[in-house]
């Protein structure tokens, strides 16, 4: 049990272009979803977490009109990110968190973006 | 601010070598101490984590002791097998609020047969 499953994989898009990536809890309800993003070689940064059906809560020096996370329900946690340049470029991770047996963080298995 | 600082890799050992991989934490308070495993293709999997000073955390062979006086969290096996091959995270969290994890930089572990 507690899979996280994301999508796409791996994504390019162009320069100045949105791109969504999805996270989903399959087999439990997630009342708190984590989004991080990995650099090459690099630790893993929490980039904002989210509560479903409330705003995202974003850490300091993520720019949260560039990141927009929407965690509409208890399955579902998208991030999009808008006018991607190639900075941008990076592994994104999600977690997702419930309740009870499920209290902690299960995470997906993250999705490569690659801004040309 | 909180940080966790783990020995620099990539580590590569033989089978049924003994492994240690240091882990120390900077942190106010009181954390909860994680060892995540990151198999290659696959999302992090919590391997084992202790709450409390003192505590040791166990799971597949693999340990760790929550050593407050020397804030660490050092990950050992007694013999690593070449299933073992992946990146290792150390992390902590604090127990109150949101409970968000901070991640060491990861090492990587080679086994090889």
């Known amino acids: 049990g507690a899979v996280v499953s994301q999508h796409p994989s791996w994504v390019i898009c162009k320069s100045g272009t949105s791109v969504k990536i999805e996270c989903r809890s399959l087999?439990?309800?997630?009342?708190?979803m984590f989004w991080y993003r990995q650099f090459p070689k690099q630790s893993l940064m929490l980039m904002a977490t989210?509560?479903?059906?409330?705003?995202?809560?974003?850490e300091q020096g993520v720019e949260k009109d560039k990141f927009l996370i929407n965690h509409a329900s208890l399955t579902l946690s998208t991030l999009t990110v808008t006018s991607a340049h190639p900075e941008d470029s990076s592994f994104y991770i999600c977690?997702?968190?419930?309740?009870?047996?499920?209290?902690?963080?299960?995470f997906g298995p993250g999705t490569r973006l690659t801004v040309t | 601010g909180n940080s966790v600082t783990q020995m620099e890799g990539p580590v590569t050992l033989s089978e049924e070598a003994f492994l240690t991989i240091n882990c120390t934490y900077t942190?106010?308070?009181?954390?909860?101490l994680f060892w995540y495993v990151q198999y290659p293709g696959e999302g992090l999997q919590l391997l084992l984590k202790?709450?409390?000073?003192?505590d040791k955390g166990s799971n597949k062979g693999f340990e760790a002791t929550y050593r407050k006086e020397t804030t660490s969290f050092h990950l050992e096996k007694g013999s690593v097998q070449v299933s073992d091959s992946a990146v290792y995270f150390c992390?902590?969290?604090?127990?109150?609020?949101?409970?968000?994890?901070?991640f060491g930089q990861g090492t990587r572990l080679t086994i090889n047969p």
């Open positions: 942190a106010t308070g009181y954390p909860s």
């Open positions: 977690s997702a968190r419930g309740a009870g047996p499920y209290y902690e963080q299960y």
């Open positions: 087999d439990f309800q997630a009342t708190t």
């Open positions: 202790a709450t409390k000073a003192d």
């Open positions: 989210s509560n479903e059906g409330s705003k995202a809560t974003y």
């Open positions: 992390a902590l969290s604090k127990i109150q609020g949101a409970q968000k994890l901070v």
